[in-house]
């Protein structure tokens, strides 16, 4: 079944808890750093979470998504509620997704990404848990921020999403430089540089 199709599926039925899918994600993680990709299985998951299968392939359409979202789930990559400050709330995330490939397992699914096909189940699953949702959660924060007043709305608000994200994946998968801490830092530091007040004939981002 292709993650396609088993979006409809999964919007079938009662929804699963957030705490099923905390504990899912959780045992996930637990496999994944435990004893290493190919042992994450559904059944797995199932087994160590006591989630009901059903439940779980109502959140992550196959055991490589999971995969993906538990890596993530493992550092706290989502600002709090209430913060204001966007540029601590985007280092903080940038941080997390460094931090979380720089993992041992991290590193192996990198490796193995930048072997994949484009379309197998692996990328598709990069894309969607990934580096789809780390920019719709820059994209939350960048709108708050927007809302609060703290910065100007951006123009372009996908180029600047790409500006931001693009450069970090891009040394993932290439491995031409180093992807670190600092690194992470200095797209923060660069983005910020972008969104500061501009005379009215510089224009916008």
Request: glycine share 6%; hydrophobic share 40%.
């Amino acid at each position: 079944m292709s993650q396609e199709q088993s979006a409809t599926t999964r919007s079938r039925g009662r929804p699963p808890s957030r705490a099923a899918r905390r504990r899912a994600l959780q045992a996930a993680y637990d496999i994944l750093m435990e004893e290493g990709f190919g042992r994450l299985t559904m059944e797995a998951v199932a087994a160590r979470s006591g989630v009901g299968k059903p439940t779980i392939y109502r959140n992550w359409s196959n055991a490589i998504e999971l995969a993906m979202a538990a890596l993530m789930a493992g550092k706290p990559m989502e600002a709090k509620d209430d913060e204001r400050d966007l540029e601590a709330a985007l280092r903080a995330q940038l941080r997390a997704l460094v931090q979380a490939f720089a993992s041992t397992r991290g590193r192996q699914i990198a490796m193995t990404l930048a072997a994949a096909d484009p379309e197998s189940e692996m990328t598709k699953a990069f894309r969607n848990q990934v580096i789809l949702s780390s920019r719709e959660e820059g994209r939350r924060l960048l709108e708050q921020a927007a809302a609060g007043g703290g910065i100007g709305k951006p123009e372009n608000i996908e180029v600047l999403l790409d500006m931001i994200y693009g450069p970090l994946f891009y040394r993932l998968l290439v491995r031409h430089q180093p992807l670190d801490i600092a690194f992470a830092d200095a797209l923060v530091s660069r983005t910020m540089k972008l969104l500061e007040p501009k005379s009215p004939d510089d224009g916008n981002v």
